[in-house]
């Protein structure tokens, strides 16, 4: 039987594994954490994940990423957006490539804009 902190530690050991590594293709990465985040991949429930997985609080956090508790909480509400420069400071904060947040940090001010339009990274 698994408890909740083994499926959580299962799914933070995927999720770091794509994130780190990804796929043979963007597609099947982006499809493989859409699945472990539980729906369409985005910036903010990527950092969620990652926070929850790591059984952090989100001042601990915050702090982790260089910015205030309060920053951190309207990231993860989806209240505030990411521009690239800050996507790819994050990645480094938390030891994983930029090119995941960088295009997460795009597809999310695309689709604030209101432009039905899909980011690929190379």
Request: a positive charge.
């Amino acid at each position: 039987m698994s408890t909740n902190r083994s499926a959580g530690a299962k799914k933070k050991k995927n999720l770091s594994y794509f994130l780190r590594h990804g796929t043979k293709t963007n597609a099947e990465t982006t499809s493989a954490l859409d699945k472990l985040t539980g729906g369409p991949l985005t910036l903010a429930n990527v950092i969620l994940s990652l926070r929850i997985c790591d059984e952090m609080s989100q001042v601990d956090f915050a702090k982790l990423l260089g910015i205030s508790r309060q920053q951190l909480c309207d990231i993860e509400k989806g209240r505030r957006q990411i521009n690239v420069e800050k996507a790819a400071e994050f990645a480094d904060n938390l030891g994983y490539p930029c090119a995941y947040f960088v295009k997460l940090a795009l597809q999310s001010l695309i689709e604030h804009a209101g432009l039905d339009l899909r980011v690929e990274v190379a």
